[in-house]
């Protein structure tokens, strides 16, 4: 099935630092979802988006559905430890039930 | 407490044996998915149901079998002829909402082969 291209793969930063990551796709998608998965665990849901051009907050956490439809930026503002994890993207397109997920971008910060 | 539980947490099966990861949620959503997750690799979809007593195969439903005959359970069987079967697996549920949908997950299990 389709794939989401997200990048980058990994990072490893300084605590307090910021971080971007985006996914891309050649499909336009009707929602954009970003998750946080620790190892070993579910992913839990961080920020949804269903509008194009809408920017959402939740804490350190921004992200923004792209206007073209077929992408999404994720940023985390003055990192810490505990933001360690995969963040991954979740993208639906709603005629067809199904969503396409970015294979990860593993976070790695340090103290 | 609402949410999605998913049991047993860790599961070994042995060469041709079949096994049940059940999947249990309590959010009233009317769908809900199986998916395949292996590292370094995104979720890959096994089966959805969008409604009980209906169900479709996904990418990758080859030696998976899945029953829908209530609401709340949705629980996903990994049969002998799924040949490399070890893997993460995360049951999921839908929330259709006005705005738009969203997709919840469960703490996921852990299946290996002995």
């Known amino acids: 099935g389709q794939q989401l291209n997200q990048s980058p793969q990994s990072m490893f930063i300084q605590e307090g630092e910021d971080v971007s990551m985006n996914c891309t796709s050649s499909?336009?998608?009707?929602?954009w979802l970003w998750y946080k998965q620790d190892p070993g665990e579910g992913p839990v849901l961080l920020i949804a988006?269903?509008?194009?051009?809408e920017l959402t907050s939740n804490g350190r956490l921004t992200a923004q559905f792209g206007i073209t439809r077929k992408d999404s930026f994720l940023n985390i503002s003055a990192s810490i430890p505990s933001d360690v994890g995969i963040y991954f993207c979740a993208g639906l397109v709603y005629n067809f039930n199904k969503f396409y997920f970015g294979s990860g971008t593993k976070l790695n910060v340090k103290p | 407490d609402g949410g999605i539980t998913q049991s047993p947490k860790y599961l070994f099966r042995k060469e041709g044996q079949n096994v049940t990861l059940s999947c249990e949620q309590n959010?009233?959503?009317?769908?809900m998915y199986w998916y395949r997750q292996d590292p370094g690799q995104g979720l890959r979809l096994i089966y959805y149901?969008?409604?009980?007593?209906?169900?479709q195969k996904g990418d990758i439903a080859e030696g998976y079998s899945v029953s829908r005959e209530k609401k709340e359970s949705f629980p996903l069987t990994v049969t002998s002829a799924q040949k490399n079967p070890t893997a993460f697996y995360l049951c999921a549920s839908r929330r259709d909402g006005i705005s738009g949908n969203t997709i919840y997950f469960g703490e996921g299990s852990w299946l290996t082969v002995v």
């Open positions: 959010l009233n959503h009317d769908a």
């Open positions: 988006l269903y509008k194009a051009g």
């Open positions: 149901s969008q409604i009980v007593n209906d169900f």
């Open positions: 499909s336009i998608f009707n929602t």
